[in-house]
Every structure is written in structure tokens, then in C-alpha cells.
């Protein structure tokens, strides 16, 4: 019975929903202050100290925003999506190895169950596009279905060339496999750059933001909703974004792996992976300051011309070695 | 192909650099400096004014009414029209308008919006 | 297929309204048709009802930031008809006023052009240095944008050998940036992928479709008012016309840094040869120039600008017309939006076509009427355009 009850406030307070939601926000404020940084201007400034509360302030004023629906679109699936959306974003992150090698959720072959997962994520985009019966928003949840061609087959070579260096697909025997040296420091090295540059397609940021694109389509496939619905997606969307963020620390910066001392392993576990996934997430908004925007046919020609060759030769390389 | 990236060098030495945004109104109210020549708020010299009319003739808004009063006919300003084109000031033969370096000039009261 | 898409008056990237309606089928566009008369704000009519010295602060708001080059157009107009010019030290005061509002408006059309195709870094560094240009043209005339320093005769005020001090720091800093952004539109190649081989405009279509200004000079026609029909003192103050013969976004933007580039020297020559004397002409309080008509053409930051007067011997214009360069090359737009033979447009790239005319739409209202039977033209006014909507939106009850 006090399984069953440490088991549930795992699953809702620590490390479970309100962690996992209370930290997404935390990396909101930390992508937001260092994109500013970059280019010389302050960021969040005045809600809360130094604006740390203000991705918290702007979901509870879109929580009390008007929501409008439109008359020629379904009703039962377009207040559906949102909330399918976040409980997928929410399912994938319980995975992570945040306080131990085991995720909360921790079964044989669950990276497989992950990519499965992000391809749903992208085919629900595609219906609440297609659900919101405008002409904006069926030409962005088109071209989110011409982008998921484009990065998903290099994302998945390089979670491969992974799980062949370490004989295994599940996570936690991943993050053991790490135990005395890091993959970023091995020949994994491309599949690293890899996973970055196709993370950052996933996530829909620019580069490659194509089908949310502000200037040419009024924001896409998100142009209909408003109020809760559109909280639900863009606190989603934050969600995504720390796994992606925690997925590449743990199968390349070794998890929540590092030196502990007996009896606290809980807490320095925690410190270690968020730690790492801080430094994925600088990278993940670095690569979003020096790019400009591509159009989706340059999209799908780079990512078949010069992102999928790479992944097989590193696939080579990796096959070599280990 | 190029080498993509070109700008990251630059970036990241912005990361050190103090920034560039000067926190008026709430912090740094003290940091904005204007130049001399600033065409502000309206300050009329009441001793200088001969009644003579031009101001009102010219200014493009019709920003000046001329009223009379115990030495003569004299202006009174409208702020809340003027376009601080210093027409008024340019065309007066005794200078007896200048234009200060004042630029925040909303208020609650209309009577504020008056230079007698 | 016919799928119709409104990039429509409210939009977040165009910050002045007008109405496109494009034909798309999948991603490539097929046909267009655009709409500009959603901002008429009838200032010609309203010229009519104020004197010549009150005209130039309703020309100057015609554009905000061509608004060196409108006053300039207009107090030449006037001074043509009163057959004066103004002193030596007056025109090149003029010049440096009018070039550095140049420099302004192509860096600010320099951070659009970047925030439109997605580099918002970019966007905030231009925005950073071209505050530079503002501060020294608040020094030299007293205003950030809205500079107010030309007049009938000459201009308003002096400059002192301070404000000179600062002028040359300032253009030698702002000369090193625009080099740096110059090599960074050259060598980032995500730049490159989106502005090359787009918005194809060829040189016979830029000549039988009048496009003017940047749009003309990057399609290979050598055409600049300055050198072909100079006006102050052009003649005196070398520089070279800028073209490229891509004829696509990137050889636009290439010609617009360039002629910053050229601006500052010009500037340069100007306050190395800046000649001593008086700065405007004495004028009487009203003016009041002869009867008889005037044009006069200004080679404005986005191409040339015409305007164009009528006077009765009294003291208000009996007419007043001016032709902004923007609604010359909205023809030219027209065609570069269209899918022709090999060459495609897809919805991506509708932004920065549009923005690489650099548009100005709030000076290009300009409601026309013809009647061909009676062969009449006439503009409506404030009045009565006031009268006709009231009209037509009347309730029947």
C-alpha cells in the first residue's frame, strides 16, 4: 500500500508532472535570456527576479483568454488535439533517467517507443492543422508533414548508431554502457551534430520553423486556437523541448551518470542531468541565433543530399569499431 | 558549399558585451541624454512679445490662439497640437519663444497642455 | 486547383495595409493581384488649404523616412517658381541631410529585409548601429526621424565644428559595420539559399514596366536622378552609381549597402569641402511666387521621386501632385510574383520579394479618377471621400 502511494507522488510531484512542468518553464526562461544575451538586448526582465516567472505569467494569461472556435471546424477533434498533444509530450518525458539509471516508466526496447511516440507528436500536428479548416493553417500542417519526411530518417540513423555502440535498446542499459567514458568523446561524434541539428527540426525552432513560420503564414498551423488550447500547446511544446534536451544528454553526456556520494544519490543525480540537458539546451538555441529560415524543398534536399549520407557513414564507423 | 555559421564568433562575444537597452522608464531614467538644439516644450517670454501676430500665421496646426490681455494681444500654445516644428520660434522677430528639451509631455488635466 | 490566399491588410510582417490575394496550387504561386488603397489620406487636397511655408510639414509627413528627400523635392519646386537658389553652404548643408537620411532608411530596410527571412539576429544588430545614424541626425537637426531642417531658401541651422567632430567618428564606425554585414549577406549560406535566383525581374520587363530606384539599378540599368539630372549640388560632389546584374533579392540588397557605403563618402567630401557664407536666403513671412507651373525630381532612397505644382499668384497652391516611387514599381512587383516558365515563386518566398522593393504604402494611396467617355480626370479630398462612404454604408431601414 505505501508502494502504491510513494509510487503515485513519484508519478504527480517528483520527478513526475509538477517537476517535469516547473523545469520545462525553467528552460523556457533560460532559452529566452540567452537568445537576448546573444544579441546584445535583456530578455525577460521585470515578472519575478531577473523574469524567471515570466513563462509562468504568460501561460496563466492564456489560460484567462477568450476561446473561440470556428464554425466549420470539428468541434470534438479541434478541442481534442490540445490535450493529446501535451499528454504525448508529457508520456515521452516520464521516460528520461532523471533521478536514477531507470526512467519512471523503464521497459525493454523503450527508444523504440520513443521515436514512435515523436512521429505521432508530428502526425497530431498535421490534424489540428487540418482540423482548423483555414487556408494558413492547411498550408502549415502540410508542410509539417513535408518536414517530418525530411529529418526523421537521420534522426533515427543516429539513435541507431547508439544503440549499436551499446549492444542494446533500452535506455537505462544505454546510460550504463556509459560508465567510463561518455559517447560525445568516442566516434559518435557525428551523430551528435546529428542529433542536434534533427532535434532542432522536431522542435519546429528556426532554422527550421518552417511550418509556424511567422512572416509568410501568420503562424501556421497554431493560427486557430487561443485561450487553453493554445496554453496546452505551447506548455507542450516546452515539454518536447526538455526531452529533446534530456534524450541527448542521456545517450551521449552519459545520463545522470557522475560522482556520487552514498545516501544523497537522488539529489546529484538529478543536478548532474539537468546540468547536462542545460548545456544541449545552449547549443539548441545558439543554432537558432546564426541561422536564417530555409524553405521546405531546401529542407528536404539538404536533409537527403548531405544529413542521411553522413548517418550511414557514421553508421559504418560505428559498426567497424564496436 | 559554404561554411555555414558565419555569425559565431560575433554572437558569442555579445554574450560579454554590456547590453544595449537603456532601462528607461522604470530604472535608468537619468541615462537619456539629449543634445542641445532638442525640440521640446514650448517656453514663452511674456516681456519679449510685441503682439505682432506672425506665430500664429504660420504655425502649420493652428497650435496658437491670440489672446489679449493687460499689455496687449499675446499667444497662447496648444501642446496637445504642436508638432514641435520650431516654425513659431523661427519666424518670431524678437525671440521670444524658445524650445526646451522637455519631451514628455502627457497629463491628466487638460490645463497642463496649456503654455500662458 | 485555384486556391486563393490573402496576405491581407493586417499582417504581422507588412506594417502598412494593403490586400493580396494569391492564386496557389500546392506551394508554387500561379497569380496575383494586389490592392492599394486602403491608407488615402488626401494630403494633396489638404496642400491646397495652407500656405507655401505651412506645405512643407505636411510634405514632410508624407513618408516618414523619405521625408529628407520630399522636403527637398518640394522647396525646390518653390524656389523654382520664384526663380532663387540657395547659397553654396545651404546646398551641401542640404546634401549632407538628405544622404544621411539615406543611410537610414537602407539600414532599416536592412533589418526587415532579415527579420523577413527568419534571422531576427541580424535584424537586432542592424537595428542596434543604425541608432548611431539617429543620434547624429538629432545632433545636426534637433529630431530623430522627422527632421524638419529644410525651408524655402536654404536651411534652418548651422553646423558647428563639434557637430562635425562627431559626424566623422561616428560615419567611420558605422562604415566598418556595414562592411561586416556586407561580408556576412556574402558568405552565410542560409542568406544565400533564400535571396538567390528569387525574384527574377529581367531588364527589358524592368524598362517597359518603369520600375525606378534600387529595383531598376539591380536588374543592370544604370539610371540614378543624382548623375543623370543632378539637382543642388550634385554636379560638384563625386560618386559612383551603383548596378549588379543578377537581377534577384541578393543583387538588391548588394546595391542598397553599397550606396551606403557611397553615401558616406560622399559626406566625407562634404565636410571636407564644406564652403563658408550664409545658410538660407531672406524671405519674406508670405510668399507669394508668380503665376506659372514647376516640376522637380529627387532621387529619393527608394527611387525617384516627382512632384509637381501649379500656382495662381496667390499665397496657397492651386495645385499640388506628387508621384511616390513605390507606386511605380508595383507593376514591376506584380510580375516578379508570378510563376513564368522555369522560374517559380513558392509562398516562402512572397515576403522578401515584397520587401526587397522596399514599400512604402502609406505614401502610395493615391485615388484616381477617370472618365473615358467625358475625358475628365478629378481626386476626391478628405470631404468628399467622408460624403461617399457615408453614402454607401447608409442603413436601409
Redesign the interface.
Known amino acids: 500500500m505505501i508502494e502504491i502511494l510513494l509510487k503515485f507522488i513519484e508519478i504527480i510531484v517528483f520527478p513526475g508532472f509538477i517537476f517535469i512542468g516547473l523545469l520545462s518553464l525553467f528552460y523556457e526562461w533560460i532559452d529566452r535570456k540567452f537568445y537576448a544575451?546573444?544579441?546584445?538586448?535583456?530578455g525577460p526582465?521585470?515578472a519575478g527576479p531577473h523574469g524567471i516567472l515570466q513563462p509562468l505569467a504568460d501561460f496563466i494569461k492564456l489560460l484567462s483568454k477568450e476561446d473561440i472556435v470556428p464554425e466549420a471546424a470539428d468541434k470534438i477533434l479541434f478541442t481534442m488535439m490540445p490535450i493529446i498533444f501535451f499528454s504525448l509530450s508529457l508520456l515521452i518525458t516520464l521516460n528520461l533517467p532523471i533521478t536514477s539509471i531507470h526512467g519512471i516508466i523503464s521497459f525493454k526496447g523503450d527508444l523504440i517507443f520513443l521515436v514512435a511516440m515523436l512521429t505521432i507528436i508530428s502526425i497530431v500536428v498535421y490534424v489540428s492543422g487540418e482540423v482548423s479548416t483555414s487556408r494558413f493553417a492547411t498550408i502549415g500542417a502540410e508542410r509539417a508533414i513535408l518536414q517530418l519526411l525530411g529529418y526523421e530518417i537521420p534522426f533515427m540513423l543516429s539513435l541507431i548508431s547508439i544503440a549499436i555502440s551499446s549492444n542494446s535498446i533500452t535506455l537505462s542499459e544505454i546510460v550504463l554502457a556509459q560508465k567510463n567514458i561518455w559517447y560525445i568523446f568516442t566516434p559518435n561524434i557525428i551523430a551528435f551534430i546529428i542529433f542536434l541539428i534533427t532535434g532542432q527540426a522536431e522542435l519546429e525552432r528556426i532554422p527550421f520553423d518552417i511550418p509556424e513560420a511567422e512572416q509568410e503564414i501568420v503562424a501556421g498551423w497554431i493560427v486557430e486556437y487561443s485561450g487553453k488550447k493554445l496554453a496546452l500547446f505551447r506548455f507542450g511544446r516546452d515539454i518536447e523541448t526538455l526531452f529533446i534536451a534530456g534524450l541527448g544528454a542521456t545517450l551521449f553526456l552519459g545520463g545522470p551518470l557522475g560522482p556520487v556520494i552514498p545516501g544523497l544519490e537522488t539529489l546529484l543525480y538529478t543536478i548532474y542531468f539537468i546540468i547536462k540537458s542545460i548545456f544541449i539546451l545552449l547549443i539548441l538555441t545558439?543554432i537558432r541565433?546564426?541561422?536564417a529560415r530555409l524553405r521546405i524543398d531546401q529542407v528536404l534536399s539538404i536533409s537527403w543530399k548531405y544529413f542521411i549520407p553522413l548517418s550511414l557513414i557514421q553508421l559504418l564507423i560505428v559498426r567497424v569499431i564496436y | 558549399?559554404?561554411?555555414?555559421?558565419?555569425?559565431?564568433g560575433?554572437?558569442?562575444r555579445?554574450?560579454f558585451?554590456k547590453?544595449?537597452?537603456i532601462?528607461y522608464p522604470?530604472k535608468e531614467k537619468d541615462k537619456v541624454h539629449?543634445?542641445d538644439?532638442?525640440?521640446g516644450r514650448i517656453e514663452f517670454y511674456r516681456d519679449k512679445c510685441i503682439g505682432c501676430q506672425?506665430c500664429s500665421?504660420?504655425?502649420?496646426?493652428k497650435a496658437i490662439n491670440i489672446i489679449e490681455d493687460e499689455r496687449g494681444k499675446r499667444p497662447v500654445f496648444m501642446i496637445y497640437r504642436c508638432?514641435?516644428?520650431?516654425?513659431c520660434a523661427?519666424?518670431c522677430p524678437t525671440k521670444a519663444i524658445k524650445l526646451t528639451k522637455v519631451f514628455e509631455n502627457i497629463a491628466f488635466e487638460k490645463e497642463k497642455l496649456f503654455v500662458r | 486547383m485555384g486556391f486563393i490566399i490573402p496576405i491581407g491588410p493586417q499582417h504581422p510582417v507588412h506594417p502598412e495595409p494593403l490586400l493580396m490575394k494569391f492564386n496557389v496550387e500546392g506551394e508554387k504561386v500561379v497569380g496575383v493581384d494586389i490592392n492599394i488603397s486602403y491608407t488615402h489620406r488626401g494630403i494633396e487636397k489638404a496642400m491646397e488649404y495652407?500656405t507655401y511655408?505651412?506645405g512643407i510639414?505636411?510634405a514632410e509627413r508624407i513618408c516618414g523616412i523619405c521625408n529628407a528627400a520630399h522636403t527637398t523635392c518640394y522647396c525646390q519646386n518653390i524656389e523654382q517658381l520664384l526663380g532663387k537658389e540657395p547659397p553654396p553652404r545651404g546646398n551641401y548643408l542640404r546634401l549632407i541631410n538628405e544622404e544621411m537620411g539615406r543611410i537610414h532608411s537602407h539600414l532599416l530596410w536592412l533589418g526587415l529585409a532579415a527579420h523577413q527571412i527568419g534571422f531576427d539576429?541580424?535584424f537586432m544588430?542592424v537595428w542596434?548601429d543604425r541608432?548611431k545614424v539617429l543620434d547624429l541626425i538629432?545632433?545636426m537637426t534637433?529630431?530623430r526621424v522627422i527632421t524638419?531642417y529644410n525651408t524655402i531658401g536654404g536651411v534652418?541651422?548651422d553646423i558647428t565644428p563639434t557637430i562635425i567632430e562627431k559626424i566623422r567618428k561616428n560615419l567611420d564606425f558605422l562604415e566598418k559595420r556595414t562592411k561586416?554585414y556586407k561580408?556576412?549577406v556574402n558568405?552565410?549560406?542560409?542568406v544565400?539559399m533564400r535571396t538567390q535566383n528569387v525574384g527574377i525581374l529581367k531588364p527589358s520587363e524592368a524598362v517597359n514596366l518603369y520600375a525606378v530606384g534600387p529595383v531598376l539599378r539591380a536588374s543592370g540599368i544604370k539610371h540614378d536622378i543624382r548623375a543623370d539630372d543632378p539637382y543642388g549640388v550634385h554636379d560638384e560632389v563625386p560618386f559612383n552609381v551603383i548596378t549588379y546584374d543578377t537581377c534577384d533579392v541578393y543583387a538588391r540588397i548588394l546595391v542598397r549597402i553599397d550606396e551606403v557605403l557611397e553615401s558616406i563618402n560622399m559626406i566625407r567630401y562634404c565636410l571636407d569641402h564644406l564652403p563658408s557664407g550664409s545658410f538660407k536666403l531672406r524671405m519674406p513671412?508670405i510668399i507669394r511666387p508668380p503665376k506659372g507651373e514647376s516640376i522637380s525630381r529627387v532621387e529619393a532612397p527608394r527611387g525617384e521621386l516627382l512632384h509637381y505644382v501649379i500656382s495662381d499668384g496667390g499665397i496657397k497652391p492651386y495645385r499640388y501632385k506628387v508621384r511616390t516611387p513605390t507606386l511605380a514599381n508595383i507593376p514591376a512587383t506584380a510580375k516578379m510574383l508570378t510563376s513564368r516558365g522555369d522560374y517559380e515563386v513558392y509562398i516562402a518566398d512572397i515576403p522578401i520579394i515584397f520587401g526587397s522593393i522596399d514599400p512604402c504604402i502609406c505614401c502610395t494611396g493615391r485615388v484616381l479618377f477617370i472618365d473615358i467617355e467625358k475625358n475628365r480626370r478629378w481626386i476626391w479630398g478628405y470631404d468628399e471621400l467622408v460624403r461617399y462612404s457615408n453614402k454607401r454604408f447608409e442603413r436601409h431601414d
Open positions: 544575451k546573444l544579441q546584445n538586448r535583456v526582465l521585470y545558439t541565433a546564426i541561422f | 558549399m559554404k561554411k555555414p555559421g558565419v555569425m559565431v560575433e554572437v558569442y555579445n554574450l558585451r547590453r544595449a537597452t532601462l522604470f539629449l543634445p538644439g532638442y525640440r506672425i500665421r504660420v504655425c502649420p496646426v508638432i514641435y516644428c520650431e516654425q523661427e519666424s | 495652407r511655408l505651412q510639414y505636411l539576429t541580424f544588430y542596434r541608432e538629432e545632433l534637433g529630431n524638419s534652418r541651422r561586416y561580408k556576412l558568405e552565410e549560406p542560409t544565400l513671412i
